[in-house]
């Protein structure tokens, strides 16, 4: 669409006090991967046959699914090319930069997104080096995914009870569901589209369990697609989000795989049906590890997609006089209005900052682990569980306050924010939900206050709970220091309020497991618990506003530095050249019932009812 951009758009970019480009270099760790990503971005998003002549909101759930894996066929063979340097870009800034722009393409979810982001990912970390040679060819017929999650169970997977048994007559495995409750449900295009996955499955040898272990299992035959006998396969119908992403349900009678499908890399089956013990138990656990590190980065990126759809649109909007003489405000000037936005803003950059360095940290440590050393595995998944459940659950919350910021044009599908919404608020569930991740942290969290009650030794990382135990914390400091001191604070008080809750439970005769439950609210609520007084507050709050109005004229600025092209952001508000109304009116004119000047159910429904007396 062509024409001038706002008017006021250019006043606020002329406002701008800072460099935007340096901005952007820095959110994309350096100039050089903005240069990069601008390739991608102008490589993929030139393919003309990645973009809809309707929009996909008017298909119906079955051409939804049809359109979205044409696109996703298109975008992994551009992937494969990026992969194998036939494209010449070969690096990215973070884990997301490729999957960030098919939000866009897709305006939705990709149906391949768990075969190229957890199936092959999952093979290469957990299979053994033979097993990678066979199944990690470029030319691979399987499209695969993770199956883990039953009718029955999510959150415990221990009580997964798919089995895997093994025969070794025939050297098999044996998968099978034993009941309704064991079918396989959720994973990502299983419905349709793949023909292999890998199945978290309970392991038997001899009549003895050996826990969770991952099958490579094909499920349909490469040629025809056809379910393969014994797999009884299909989708599992339309979700607030997701929609085109076949999500499935699986059920195994008695299927048939050679041992060697079973993912060897940290553990073994030989053929005799000796078991050879992984060095870590739960080493089968490191796909959703993985996952819940870089689900962060893409969170972060899903807040700066809302901050900058609500941040423009909130400088071309006016609506009010703030004095009833003068003319009427962009809504950005009223301070409420910045206290919803710029909270957004700053959660993207602090959830960016901390994805990459969960990133980095997991790189390190699967480093560690592949020399045979474990020790930062219980820290790394206490981190990544709390991260992943307060990133998705800020992130979530924050997409739907900036869509409430746009009022009712922020309810209409074509602002892009509903279904940025449907999208975040997915992650407080998947890959572990909410308060499952959090008591997993507590549960760490506890372990090391246990030490410190009983004044042993603890790590540096845990000597604030000892500073807490011996009130050696320093009088409350409004700033950075002074704000960390006080997390600290609040982390020790509230896992010390826990803790004596936990024991209080157990000395009334509870079992652990029944105390720990009733200390659960305790265990993932923080409160208040530093040496805070209500004066520091009043300073924090007019601190806050005074930020508040610096930051006024550089906003639009800090949502320009995303650097977000428009057809990602797919909204009518948020577009670089805030022409809202336009854009609006030429999405209206798109509708369906705008077809027919009258429809046709005004001669079935109405005029009989409206004209009966008249007749
Ligand atoms: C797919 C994307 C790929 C990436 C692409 C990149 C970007 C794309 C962007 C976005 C992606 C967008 C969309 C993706 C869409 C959908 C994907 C969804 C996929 C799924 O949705 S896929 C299913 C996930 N489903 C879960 O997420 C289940 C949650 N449920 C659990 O995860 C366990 O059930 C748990 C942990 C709650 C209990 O497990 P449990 O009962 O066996 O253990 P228990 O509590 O008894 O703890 C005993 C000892 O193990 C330690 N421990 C536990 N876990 C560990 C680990 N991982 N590492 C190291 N230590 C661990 C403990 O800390 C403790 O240690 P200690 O004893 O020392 O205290
Ligand atoms: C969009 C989407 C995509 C998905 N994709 C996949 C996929 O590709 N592959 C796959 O295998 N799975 C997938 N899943 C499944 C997902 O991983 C699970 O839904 C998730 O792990 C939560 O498990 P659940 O549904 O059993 O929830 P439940 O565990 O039944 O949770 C229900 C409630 O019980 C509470 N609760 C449960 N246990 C405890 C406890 N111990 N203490 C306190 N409270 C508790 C929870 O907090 C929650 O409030 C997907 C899910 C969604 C929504």
Redo the contacts with the bound molecule.
């Keep these: 669409m062509g024409g001038r951009v706002n008017e006021d758009l250019i006043k606020e970019r002329r406002k701008c006090t800072f460099d935007i480009k340096e901005l952007t270099h820095i959110i994309d760790c350096g100039e050089e991967n903005t240069i990069k990503r601008k390739q991608i971005d102008n490589y993929i998003l030139n393919i003309k046959e990645l973009w809809d002549d309707v929009p996909e909101e008017y298909l119906s759930h079955k051409e939804r699914y049809e359109n979205a894996i044409k696109k996703a066929f298109i975008v992994l063979k551009v992937l494969r090319q990026l992969h194998t340097g036939n494209i010449q870009i070969t690096d990215h800034r973070t884990?997301?930069n490729v999957?960030?722009i098919q939000d866009g393409i897709f305006r939705n979810?990709n149906p391949l997104?768990?075969h190229?982001?957890?199936f092959w990912?999952t093979i290469a970390a957990q299979a053994s080096t033979e097993q990678q040679a066979e199944w990690l060819q470029p030319d691979s017929s399987m499209i695969g995914t993770?199956v883990?999650?039953e009718l029955g169970h999510?959150?415990?997977?221990?009580?997964i009870e798919t089995t895997a048994t093994y025969d070794s007559t025939t050297d098999e495995f044996i998968l099978h569901t034993p009941r309704l409750s064991a079918y396989k449900w959720?994973?990502?295009g299983l419905g349709n589209t793949a023909n292999a996955c890998l199945v978290?499955a309970q392991l038997y040898i001899n009549g003895t369990c050996h826990?969770?272990h991952i099958f490579l299992a094909q499920i349909r035959d490469f040629d025809t697609h056809k379910p393969l006998p014994g797999i009884k396969v299909g989708e599992i119908g339309p979700k607030m989000g997701?929609n085109t992403?076949d999500n499935g349900f699986l059920g195994f009678d008695n299927h048939r795989i050679p041992r060697t499908n079973m993912l060897m890399k940290n553990v073994q089956v030989l053929r005799d049906g000796t078991y050879v013990k992984p060095k870590?138990?739960?080493?089968t656990?490191?796909?959703?590890?993985?996952?819940?590190v870089?689900?962060i980065?893409?969170?972060a990126?899903q807040l700066s997609k809302a901050a900058t759809i609500a941040v423009r649109y909130s400088a071309v909007r006016r609506q009010s006089p703030i004095k009833s003489n003068e003319p009427e405000r962009q809504i950005l000037d009223f301070v409420s209005q910045q206290h919803k936005l710029f909270i957004t803003i700053a959660s993207s950059h602090v959830y960016r900052v901390v994805g990459l360095w969960m990133w980095n940290s997991h790189k390190r440590v699967t480093a560690d682990i592949h020399e045979g050393n474990m020790g930062q595995?219980?820290e790394?998944?206490?981190l990544?569980?709390c991260l992943k459940a307060i990133s998705s659950r800020d992130a979530s919350a924050l997409v739907e306050q900036c869509r409430l910021a746009c009022g009712g044009h922020g309810y209409m599908m074509a602002s892009n924010l509903p279904q940025i919404y449907a999208?975040t608020t997915?992650?407080v569930?998947?890959?572990?939900?909410y308060t499952?991740?959090l008591?997993?942290t507590a549960?760490?969290l506890v372990?090391f206050w246990r030490l410190a009650a009983e004044h042993k030794p603890l790590p540096q990382n845990f000597a604030y709970f000892e500073d807490y135990i011996k009130k050696n914390f320093e009088q409350w400091r409004n700033s950075p220091e002074g704000i960390i001191e006080g997390f600290k604070a609040i982390v020790a008080g509230k896992t010390k309020a826990a803790y004596d809750t936990l024991q209080c439970n157990l000395r009334n005769g509870r079992e652990f497991e029944e105390a720990w439950n009733m200390a659960s609210v305790q265990l993932t609520n923080a409160s208040e618990y530093s040496t805070i007084s209500r004066n520091d507050i009043e300073a924090l709050q007019s601190r806050y506003e005074e930020l508040l109005a610096l930051i006024r004229p550089n906003a639009v600025g800090l949502v320009d530095a995303f650097d977000i092209r428009d057809e990602v952001l797919c909204s009518t508000l948020g577009a670089y050249d805030g022409r809202v109304y336009e854009r609006m009116m030429e999405e209206a004119s798109k509708s369906p019932l705008n077809e027919d000047v009258v429809n046709e159910s005004f001669h079935k429904y109405i005029r009989p009812v409206t004209m009966k007396n008249k007749l």
Excluded: N
């Design positions: 884990p997301t999957y960030s979810v997104l768990i190229i982001g957890l990912s993770y883990q999650t999510g959150s415990f997977i221990r009580g959720w994973p990502g978290m826990g969770l997701f992403a870590h138990d739960k080493l656990y490191g796909s959703m590890l993985l996952t819940r870089t689900l980065s893409d969170l990126y595995l219980p790394l998944h206490a990544a569980c999208y997915a992650a569930t998947y890959e572990g939900e499952v991740l008591l997993q549960r760490y372990k």
